[in-house]
């Protein structure tokens, strides 16, 4: 699994605008707040934009967010609105990561 990981921060690195759209785990029993913590943190390195699909575990997710960058804006968006925000912002050059079954769907929308 870390090959796979390691080419997607790669491919962001080398992207204009990076953004991210993540659905939150679930299923993670006692590590479920880190681990939120612990993706926060990464998107709050490498990421511009945000976008959370629901609000579970967003608290951790912004805390991890917020211990790397106290600005960073994490927006909460319903698919559609995400999808809509997303076609104000991107542009050629960008890359656009979606993580988790809600994530797919705010991409079907803006296919």
Not at 76 to 100: M, N
Request: glycine share 6%; net charge positive.
């Amino acid at each position: 699994m870390q090959p796979k990981k390691n080419s997607i921060i790669k491919t962001l690195k080398l992207s204009k605008k990076k953004i991210l759209v993540f659905q939150p785990m679930i299923e993670l029993g006692g590590y479920t707040d880190s681990a939120h913590v612990a993706v926060g943190q990464k998107a709050g390195k490498i990421c511009d934009a945000i976008i959370l699909t629901n609000r579970n575990f967003s608290k951790a997710f912004i805390d991890g967010v917020r211990k790397i960058d106290q600005k960073k804006k994490v927006f909460i968006f319903s698919p559609e609105k995400a999808a809509s925000y997303i076609r104000s912002i991107v542009s050629y050059g960008d890359a656009i990561l979606f993580k988790g079954k809600e994530a797919e769907y705010v991409w079907k929308l803006l296919q």
